[in-house]
C-alpha cells in the first residue's frame, strides 16, 4: 500500500482508525525498538524461532493504529500546504502580470507626455521664430504702415496655426 492510499477514498480502512495519532515519544520508542530487534543475536537456522524478534514485531503492530493515523494527519496537511503554496504562487504569478501591465501602461503614458512636451516646445520655438522675424521687418520699414500691418496680420494668423496644430 502506497503512502497516497492513506487519504485516498480507497483507503476506507484507514479512515475507521480513529484520530489518536502516535506522539513523538512513541515514535521515538519504536525507532528504537526497531533498532534493538535489528542488533539482538538472531538464532542460528534449525536453532528454533527467534522469540525476541516476535515479541518485538508483535508489540510493534499493535501500536501501529496511531502512527498510521498520524501517518494519514501529516499527509493531508501536506495536501494542504501543497494547495496553499499553489494559490499563493498563482497570486504572485498574478500580481507580476499585472505588475508588468501597468509599467507599459505607464511608459506609454510617458511616451505621450514628452511628445506632447515635445511637440510644445517645437510651438513656442517656431512663435518665438516667427516674432522675431516680425520685429525685424517691423524696424526695417519703419515707414510702411500698410506692409507692416499686413505682415503682422499674417503672422498672427501664422501663430494662431501654429498653436491649432
Not at 479512515?15 to 542488533?39: K, M, P, Q, S, Y
Not at 521664430?129 to 515707414?143: I, K
Amino acid at each position: 500500500m502506497t503512502a497516497d492510499r492513506l487519504i485516498s477514498p480507497t483507503g476506507t480502512q484507514l479512515a475507521a482508525l480513529g484520530n489518536r495519532a502516535a506522539t513523538d515519544e512513541l515514535i521515538d520508542h519504536l525507532a528504537e525498538t526497531v533498532l534493538d530487534r535489528e542488533a539482538h543475536e538472531h538464532p542460528k537456522p534449525g536453532q528454533g524461532e527467534d522469540l525476541y524478534c516476535l515479541n518485538l514485531t508483535a508489540w510493534m503492530g499493535e501500536r501501529m493504529k496511531s502512527v498510521l493515523v498520524r501517518l494519514r494527519e501529516a499527509e493531508s496537511e501536506r495536501d494542504r500546504l501543497r494547495a496553499e503554496r499553489n494559490t499563493a504562487v498563482a497570486t504572485v504569478a498574478e500580481l507580476a502580470q499585472r505588475l508588468a501591465t501597468q509599467e507599459r501602461e505607464h511608459n506609454a503614458d510617458r511616451a505621450a507626455r514628452d511628445q506632447l512636451q515635445a511637440a510644445l516646445v517645437a510651438i513656442r520655438d517656431r512663435a518665438h521664430t516667427r516674432s522675431e522675424e516680425l520685429l525685424a521687418a517691423r524696424d526695417a520699414r519703419p515707414s510702411d504702415d500698410r506692409a507692416r500691418r499686413l505682415a503682422f496680420e499674417r503672422a498672427a494668423h501664422e501663430v494662431r496655426q501654429l498653436v491649432a496644430d
